[in-house]
């Protein structure tokens, strides 16, 4: 009987070259052989579980069928909605228990890295069938076998990939794979929908390897019989496109390569609609397509040999009049979906045989209390109940930034402030403490936060301040205090409907008294809640007891104690909208110091104090009935000394 052992394939990129060589050469036999009608029992006694989190018609039925074909088994989730992810089951809860199933598990799931984490549960052996807007190598494989069968070799050919290069996952694995293979890549990005940095990061580290883009424009002058196209070269393997074979290469092509006359392949992408949301999770609207790709792309004679592509489904990028026209294989791609699947799956099985160790996984960096991955879409923000968010030293070279890289997603996440956590010291990043931050990689003791104010918070404090001075006493904060609190009076209108939300820890504890001031005035005690923009989910706790705390249709006053960038309080606005529709948000913050990141203005500002970058303003306010409460509330400002002429104290 066949057996799989814990061979994944999360990325493209899991398939070395000569592995992706052996499979087409499999997939040619299973060509045969369906064409002969043969029946085939190689994976007899395997069963592969296919789960489906999202639709799909040719990726799971062409797994399925290939299964079927070879004399495997299938089970199925075709529809996750009606297994036990509808009941909040998590996702490595349900592919462990699947794995004891199967012998394999087929996975297509909307979130970017999905594939990763069932890899990392699942006891059986994990294909990516498509994660968010990540990955999807099983149809890279079926679009470089039908490439491959159209044009011989891969290698310096070239191919216009045209569409939504950013959230198209079919292109993103399409691109690693011909950067590897050495063929040329004109990406041709609808509006806005260029291809993601961690895409061509990945592939300018790995393969030394670069592309431009050019605009829709540039391809339809082209398409209307301006022959020639010239594209700026960006990296080394960038090359003149469209020049006649008796022009020259641009200067930085390399000599080995020469400039190719002609476009091998379009390969045509939908909009990804359903992906369409920004870093906060709300939906986006589309931006403007390109219209339609019709045959008189093919006129030209630099593309009249060319291939049209489509990973499917269509929606209205490519005109339906091509189906007859022989240059347009998309659905030839679709049909090697089987042989090339059943290929892979026997590739499976012949290195099971072969004792396949699954890959060591690199090494993340170990922090107590990770930051939170930047990309709304990351598996590890929608399953945060058990997935640490795990990060690797990023690739972008900004000097002012620690770069870090997600595990999961790979989408970079920069960062300003970086701590060590036994001294609990922190310090603005530069460049010469990258030595430092590598030493506290070894140690585990790096802390890294996105602002002053989460350091502060975490009992962090700055590793050198000058000397401080006061600037509001505590009855300067009292008589601020009421007149906020007339102003808000004031200005609200109807104090029924107003609530105040207070950034933890002194936004909220302001908000209480602005709170017992208002109603020491007007009667009306309104609703008070703390919230934690640190906290994820059960962040918004209600001051008043047990009560709920409503946000729809109230008037939200959200207070802080000191506006800095501004860049906490758009966090708190985004987490407040992502629990319920308010009527209004106002903001009362105690000092606003004027150089905001955000077009945000504070409507009631207790004190305005301009200051220097490098100055801190710091809060220290009681809360009532606390044992602090003695020590009399005051504001004061310092300076933070430049850290790094000096030996860093760790
Ligand atoms: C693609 C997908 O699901 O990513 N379809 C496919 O698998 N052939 C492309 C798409 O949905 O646009």
Redesign the pocket.
């Known amino acids: 009987m066949a057996r799989l052992g814990k061979g994944d394939i999360v990325s493209i990129d899991d398939l070395a070259t000569a592995d992706i060589e052996r499979i087409f050469d499999l997939a040619d036999g299973f060509s045969a052989s369906l064409e002969r009608g043969e029946p085939l029992n190689l994976a007899s006694g395997l069963i592969m579980a296919t789960l489906f989190y999202?639709?799909?018609?040719?990726?799971r039925l062409s797994f399925e069928s290939a299964m079927h074909r070879m004399g495997g088994a299938v089970i199925s989730s075709a529809d996750m909605h009606a297994s036990s992810a509808a009941k909040g089951e998590t996702l490595a809860d349900t592919v462990r228990v699947v794995g004891a199933y199967a012998d394999l598990i087929v996975l297509?799931h909307p979130s970017d890295g999905a594939a990763r984490v069932a890899a990392d549960y699942a006891p059986c052996a994990v294909i990516n069938?498509?994660d968010g807007s990540r990955e999807?190598p099983?149809?890279t494989l079926?679009d470089l076998y039908i490439l491959r069968r159209k044009k011989g070799s891969l290698k310096g050919m070239t191919v216009a990939i045209c569409g939504?290069l950013k959230l198209?996952?079919?292109v993103h694995s399409l691109i690693f794979a011909l950067a590897r293979f050495g063929a040329n890549i004109v990406a041709v990005p609808y509006n806005g929908m260029k291809v993601p940095d961690y895409v061509l990061e990945r592939i300018a580290a790995e393969r030394n390897y670069g592309f431009s883009s050019v605009s829709m424009e540039e391809l339809r002058s082209l398409a209307g019989g301006i022959d020639a196209l010239y594209l700026t070269p960006s990296a080394p393997h960038q090359i003149a496109l469209f020049t006649s074979s008796s022009e020259m290469p641009l200067q930085s092509a390399p000599p080995s390569i020469a400039a190719p006359a002609a476009l091998d392949a379009f390969y045509l992408?939908?909009m990804?609609r359903e992906r369409m949301v920004d870093k906060d999770g709300v939906k986006d609207a589309a931006p403007v397509r390109f219209g339609h790709f019709d045959a008189r792309a093919l006129k030209t004679s630099r593309t009249h040999d060319a291939v049209v592509m489509h990973?499917?489904?269509?929606t209205d990028e490519l005109a339906f009049e091509l189906d007859s026209d022989p240059r347009a294989v998309y659905f030839e791609?679709?049909a090697a979906?089987v042989p090339v699947r059943m290929a892979l799956i026997a590739w499976l099985i012949e290195q099971s045989r072969g004792g396949m160790r699954p890959k060591p996984a690199a090494a993340s960096i170990r922090f107590k209390s990770p930051p939170r991955c930047a990309n709304a879409n990351c598996i590890s923000r929608h399953e945060n109940a058990y997935i640490m968010a795990r990060f690797r030293l990023g690739r972008s070279n900004d000097p002012s930034m620690l770069a870090l890289t997600c595990d999961f997603c790979e989408r970079e996440l920069r960062i300003e402030f970086v701590g060590h956590a036994r001294s609990h010291r922190y310090y603005h990043f530069e460049q010469n403490l990258y030595g430092y931050v590598r030493q506290w990689i070894e140690e585990g003791s790096l802390a890294v936060f996105e602002s002053v104010k989460q350091a502060e918070e975490g009992g962090y404090e700055p590793y050198r301040r000058g000397p401080q001075r006061e600037i509001m006493s505590a009855e300067d904060v009292a008589a601020a205090c009421r007149a906020m609190a007339a102003q808000m009076v004031a200005d609200l209108g109807d104090l029924a409907a107003v609530s105040l939300v207070g950034v933890v820890s002194h936004g909220a504890i302001l908000a209480m008294r602005l709170r017992d001031l208002i109603e020491a005035e007007t009667g009306v005690r309104p609703p008070c809640a703390a919230l934690d923009v640190f906290g994820g989910e059960a962040a918004l706790r209600s001051l008043d007891g047990a009560a709920p705390f409503e946000i729809g249709d109230r008037t939200i006053v959200l207070v802080d104690d000191v506006m800095n960038s501004g860049w906490t309080v758009q966090r708190a606005m985004n987490s407040l909208w992502h629990r319920g529709r308010p009527a209004a948000v106002k903001l009362a913050v105690l000092i606003d110091r004027g150089h905001r990141a955000v077009p945000i203005r504070p409507n009631y500002v207790g004190k305005n104090i301009p200051t220097a970058r490098g100055e801190r303003v710091q809060v220290r306010i009681a809360a009532e009935g606390s044992l602090r409460g003695k020590a009399a509330d005051r504001v004061v400002i310092y300076s933070m000394l430049d850290t790094l002429k000096e030996e860093v104290a760790t």
Do not use: I, N
Request: glycine share 12%; charged share 25%; proline share 11%.
């Open positions: 999202e639709p799909s018609t040719r990726t297509r069938a498509g999807h099983t149809q079926c939504d198209g996952r079919t992408t939908r990804q990973p499917l489904p269509r791609q679709a979906g």
